[in-house]
């Protein structure tokens, strides 16, 4: 079991009203010596790369600051897309869990979310190859991934509603996470909880794999925050039913990686 080395917030915090936070959060001047803020979003951008990790700690910084680095922003790019893949995954599988969707064909699972994603999503690069490759990279921050997204999604849906005086900057995923780390944990740990707990029809492990999941500290005096369940669509159902049995894509063929910590 690996837990990541996050330090605690000083005091419990459990999160009631988002429009507040957004609105105030958003109003002051990205702090980026939160000590929790850091930490998690190298965890989440390089979770099974240490040496990474630690450079990133050192990059992120002077690139936030306004620093020139071609090379670090097209890789920051690169991980906003595949973030993109590993939200919608996380976020269809407990779409289908809470909706009780394909119980007689084992239930959600993994590549049924993909599956479902290469054939519906509207945005390019959605293949079920780019998008297998995208949740084998974080899948074991996954949980923190799709909090991360939801934020994001959230924000702007608030924002067209009524202003918060946003610029572009501020609604990307990195930044939301330096901005909103206790809200992305909040909901990260109703996501873990749920990808831990839930174990498909006939299967012998839940969604998210315990052994090399980077899970919340326990101590980390945040209060859970559950996602919304969306409904999925009837057309969705339609493709899901359509799926043959057993079509996993690259599932079946996909060889694991070993894990570094």
Known sequence: MRVMVIPPFPRKIKI???????????????????????????????????????????????????????????????????????????????????????????????????????????TRGNRQANAWKSWETYKDVAHLIAAAMLVCWDIQTKHRQKSLGLELQQLLPLRVVLTFPELIIAVGLAFEKCGLAYVPKGGTEPMLNPETLWRIPPDINVAPLPPPIRKIRPQDTAVLNARRAGNRGRAKRHETTPVSV
């Open 16 to 122: 009631t009203n988002l429009e507040s936070l957004y609105r105030t959060r958003l109003s002051l001047r990205l702090d980026l010596r939160t000590s929790a803020a850091f930490p998690l979003l190298c965890y989440m951008g390089w979770p099974n790369d240490p040496a990474a990790r630690e450079n990133a700690m050192k990059m992120l910084p002077r690139l936030l600051e306004g620093g020139k680095d071609p090379a670090a922003a097209k890789h920051l790019a690169r991980i906003h897309k595949a973030w993109r893949h590993v939200a919608d995954v996380v976020h269809l599988q407990y779409d289908m869990g809470h909706g009780g969707h394909q119980k007689r064909r084992g239930g959600p699972s993994v590549g049924k979310a993909i599956y479902l994603l290469s054939k519906t999503a509207k």
